[in-house]
Each structure stands twice: as structure tokens, then as C-alpha cells.
């Protein structure tokens, strides 16, 4: 069974850092690409994040680009996400991903929370 499981979320004001984490198993993790997906309160499901197999390739929405900085540990089937210098709108839940299912396997989610 597909498990996958985020955390390192939490409240801080415009200008902070956080690191977002993504325990996976069930899966052969090393194989596989893998996403961060977002969602704002009354808003739909946005991609921001995604680093293939290896950790060679990564790609950006054009919202985080800069300020995020998705990689991963095949040997830890561990996924993470680097976020600085937060905005109020990076306000949302961040879910981990496995590539080529739409997004439809992912975690429960980490609540990130930018706020003064």
C-alpha cells in the first residue's frame, strides 16, 4: 500500500522559511518522479513542485520559482520541499505526490500558514 506521509508545516510570518517532509513507502520510491501539490482554502489543487527519479530534473510553478527548492533521498524515501521568503498566498495545504497519477495518490498534507 501506497504511503505517503508529510510534515514540517506550521505558522510564520511573511519572510520565513520552512521545510516541508514527505515519508514515502509501499512504493519503490527510486523509480519514481514525484510532486508537491498545494491547496488554498475555496481554491483547487496547484501544482508547484516536481523532481524526477534521480533528483536531476526539477520544475517550478512560476509562483514559487526562486523562493522553493524541491529534492529528495532515495536512500531515506524521503521527498522534501525548501520554502523561503513565504508570502501570505503560499498560505494552503502542501501534499507530497507520486508522479503519474494526477495527483491522485498523495499524503494527508502538512498546513502551511503565512500570516503577521
Known amino acids: 500500500e501506497v504511503q505517503l506521509v508529510e510534515s514540517g508545516g506550521g505558522s510564520v510570518q511573511p519572510g520565513g522559511s520552512l521545510r516541508l517532509s514527505c515519508a514515502a513507502s509501499g512504493f519503490t520510491f527510486s523509480s519514481s518522479t514525484m510532486n508537491w501539490v498545494r491547496q488554498a482554502p475555496g481554491k483547487g489543487l496547484e501544482w508547484v513542485s516536481s523532481?524526477?527519479?534521480?533528483?536531476?530534473?526539477?520544475f517550478y510553478a512560476r509562483s514559487v520559482k526562486g523562493r522553493f527548492t524541491i529534492s529528495r533521498d532515495n536512500a531515506k524515501n524521503t521527498l522534501y520541499l525548501q520554502m523561503n521568503s513565504l508570502k501570505t498566498e503560499d498560505t494552503a495545504m502542501y501534499y507530497c505526490?507520486?508522479?503519474?497519477?494526477?495527483?491522485?495518490?498523495r499524503g494527508q498534507g502538512t498546513q502551511v500558514t503565512v500570516s503577521s
Open positions: 505526490a507520486k508522479g503519474g497519477t494526477n495527483y491522485q495518490v
Open positions: 523532481i524526477t527519479s534521480g533528483g536531476g530534473n526539477t
